[in-house]
């Protein structure tokens, strides 16, 4: 394997000025929407979505990239700046962050939440290197009937694994899927749930559902809620951390690092989970564990790793397997198709540049990211006192202009209204939505290869266990489901989502 | 005294589940089922609307047993001004150009809001309008006119 030479044909592709700006691009927006609440990666991405139409398959995934691990870094400096996690991922970091800013140490403790990620990030890049490659090769050997079963298992354990309730999630993929067979069947033409209307015959767009549910949905279950007041309360002095912090913050990085790319790779694990394992591993480990919650900076530096290298790695199963394993994820494969790129083990053998221009990028990326972040931390915090009541408009006409702009249709922008309704009225009733996503981004894929594996085993449905990689899959969806199933462990999950 | 169950959310996410699963069985109907070594179009979301329908009726039973109740405070008013805005830039891009659409989205969605300050929203809203044009239209170069030709 050259891992070496196809690493630096990578940083070829990325250092080419378009590319290096894109990355730039993708880590601002990322670290503006980390640091704003109540506008997250996942609305984030789909609102750009359409912008990226007009830039090579290379920039758009860089960027789309950036947004998505820049917006964990701004995340967790409102965390502890503020007390206040611009994203899910960052509500650990709130615990003991926010107590290091208010004993005067939230310098070193942005500092340390910046080496950790970035140590973690870089990590991350190299597993993906050194992983990929050998997971694209033995996916190239799977027929229809491997490909059914392992998105059946991503699916499951997708849901299964996400916070929430397991039936709601089940539920949501079946919606998914359900949703993304609307429009004209490929094998017989025949129109299903078209309803007679011709915009419908191509079935509902990526970015209708996805700009409806994450940026609309989102926005008017937002305003709801109350405004919450910015209040500050410590000023960033010395950003340096003392030697004693980096002694105390190296174990807790490894093992944060270690921790996050595990969970990474898994289906369905936010970086929520992974930072929360992160701290209570710290807070187990710790020799006096009084200090976690009043300013320990070992809970900063694991959980900071641990949520970075979990976002990198959830890269994997998308780039070598076309799975996405989370709802950024979905995203990202959308819009790998939006470039008429069909993901999966091909890309990396057919479009190289993809695959080692992303990788380089990232790490890239990650490096811009600490650059851009310490010292220009003033700025952003200043960013925050943006009041949500001009922001959600801005959002809106955004999002507006970018589902027009896909097919210069209007229907579009009324079925974005539609999802927007749906996706307020699924939060409300608890359901999750990245398991819808998921579903509806796999649902095509799935039929088609759950009907040539039919056609290819004579219409016997054993074919899924008689193959033996295939078998794997099933055994492993229905060990999720039987483990799940055990009331212990649904026990545990619900006080982990708590 | 209402029954309990009608503020919970697993009954009415079920429900919900289960009316678009015997919806999506029923129009699934009309296309051929086919067998298992053929399937036709109707195969995969008959299966689909039959699984959406036994979660929705788990959750109902669920629902009526104890299950969550539907907290939180919510907005009538963001949830149809919203929408109905974004419907409004649908209608009026094409027949009136890209300013009063947008002019109209930024405007009606504020009012969505709970804070809402007249002068400022407009202020903001021409403001967000130039801003868009000079993004989308001049830099970007979407094909829009900004006014429609009413002539």
New interface residues.
């Given amino acids: 394997m050259d891992l070496f030479g196809n690493l630096i044909f990578g940083f070829q592709v990325a250092f080419s000025l378009q590319n290096l700006l894109y990355c730039l691009i993708g880590v601002t927006v990322g670290t503006l929407i980390g640091v704003l609440p109540g506008i997250g990666p996942l609305g984030t991405i789909a609102m750009l979505l359409p912008?990226t139409y007009?830039v090579s398959p290379v920039a758009a995934l860089i960027m789309l990239a950036g947004i998505y691990y820049g917006a964990q870094y701004g995340g967790s400096t409102t965390a502890i700046l503020v007390n206040l996690p611009g994203e899910t991922s960052a509500v650990v970091t709130c615990i003991d962050g926010y107590q290091m800013a208010r004993q005067g140490r939230a310098g070193p403790a942005l500092a340390i939440a910046a080496i950790g990620s970035f140590f973690a990030g870089t990590v991350g890049t190299l597993l993906i290197a050194l992983f990929g490659p050998p997971l694209a090769e033995i996916a190239l050997k799977f027929g229809s009937p491997e490909y059914f079963s392992l998105m059946l298992m991503g699916l499951v354990a997708a849901a299964v694994l996400a916070q929430g309730d397991m039936?709601?999630s089940?539920?949501m993929v079946?919606?998914g899927?359900?949703l993304g067979?609307v429009g004209t069947?490929v094998?017989?033409g025949?129109q299903?749930?078209s309803f007679g209307i011709t915009e419908l015959t191509d079935g509902i767009g990526f970015i209708v559902v996805a700009v409806g549910v994450f940026a609309?949905g989102e926005?008017?279950?937002n305003?709801?809620?109350?405004?919450k007041r910015i209040v500050f309360t410590s000023r960033v002095t010395n950003l340096f951390p003392s030697k004693e912090d980096l002694k105390q913050s190296i174990g807790p990085i490894l093992r944060g690092t270690g921790i996050g790319s595990f969970f990474g790779v898994l289906p369905g694990t936010g970086p929520a989970i992974a930072s929360f394992a992160s701290y209570m591993i710290e807070k187990k480990l710790a020799a006096d564990p009084s200090r976690f919650g009043k300013g320990a900076i070992e809970g900063v530096a694991g959980p900071e790793s641990a949520n970075n290298a979990d976002a990198q790695c959830k890269f994997i199963p998308m780039l070598t397997l076309g799975l996405p394993a989370s709802g950024v994820m979905a995203l990202m494969l959308g819009a790998l198709q939006i470039q008429g790129i069909q993901p999966g083990p091909e890309v990396m053998s057919q479009r190289p540049e993809l695959f080692w221009g992303l990788v380089a990028s990232m790490w890239i990326g990650n490096l811009m990211l600490v650059v851009l972040n310490l010292p220009m931390i003033g700025l952003w915090v200043k960013l925050l006192q943006v009041?949500?009541?001009?922001l959600?408009?801005?959002i809106?006409?955004?999002s507006?202009?970018g589902v027009?702009?896909v097919n210069n249709s209007?229907?579009e922008?009324?079925m974005?209204?539609?999802f927007?309704?749906l996706g307020?009225?699924w939060m409300?009733?608890?359901?999750p939505l990245a398991p819808m996503l998921l579903g509806f981004v796999l649902g095509p894929l799935m039929?088609e290869n759950?009907?040539r594996a039919?056609?290819m085993s004579?219409?016997?449905?054993s074919v899924f266990v008689r193959r033996p990689i295939s078998l794997v899959f099933i055994a492993a969806t229905v060990l999720i489901l039987v483990v799940m199933v055990v009331p212990t462990v649904r026990k545990r999950r619900a006080d982990i989502a708590d | 005294m209402k029954p309990a169950f009608l503020d919970s959310?697993?009954f009415?996410?079920g429900a919900?589940?289960i009316v678009?699963g015997v919806v999506?069985v029923v129009?699934?109907r009309n296309?051929?089922f086919g067998?298992?070594?053929?399937?036709?179009?109707g195969y995969?979301?008959s299966v689909?609307?039959g699984?959406?329908i036994l979660?929705?009726l788990?959750?109902v039973v669920?629902g009526l047993r104890s299950g969550?109740k539907?907290e939180?405070?919510?907005?009538l008013?963001?949830?149809i001004i919203?929408?109905?805005?974004?419907?409004l830039?649908?209608?009026l891009?094409?027949r009136a150009g890209f300013v009063p659409a947008?002019l109209v989205?930024?405007?009606g969605?504020?009012a969505?809001?709970?804070?809402?300050k007249p002068i400022e929203?407009l202020l903001?809203?021409v403001f967000?309008?130039a801003l868009?044009v000079a993004l989308?239209v001049w830099a970007?170069g979407?094909p829009y006119p900004l006014l429609a030709d009413f002539r």
């Fill in positions: 912008i007009s039936m709601k089940l539920a079946a919606m899927l359900l067979i069947d094998n017989t025949v299903r749930y609309i926005i008017v279950s305003l709801g809620e109350t405004e009041p949500y009541r001009l959600f408009p801005a809106m006409a955004f507006a202009i027009y702009s209007s229907f922008i009324y974005t209204a539609i927007g309704v307020f009225v409300r009733l608890g359901f039929e759950l009907r039919m056609l004579g219409g016997d449905p | 959310k697993d009415w996410g919900m589940l678009t999506a129009m699934a296309y051929t067998t298992a070594l053929r399937m036709g179009p995969f979301p689909l609307g699984l959406l979660f929705g788990y959750l669920a969550e539907i939180g405070s919510w907005s008013r963001a949830l919203l929408p109905l805005s974004l419907v830039f649908g209608v891009i094409d947008l989205l930024i405007f969605s504020a969505g809001g709970t804070e809402f929203v903001f809203s967000l309008t868009c989308f970007l979407l």
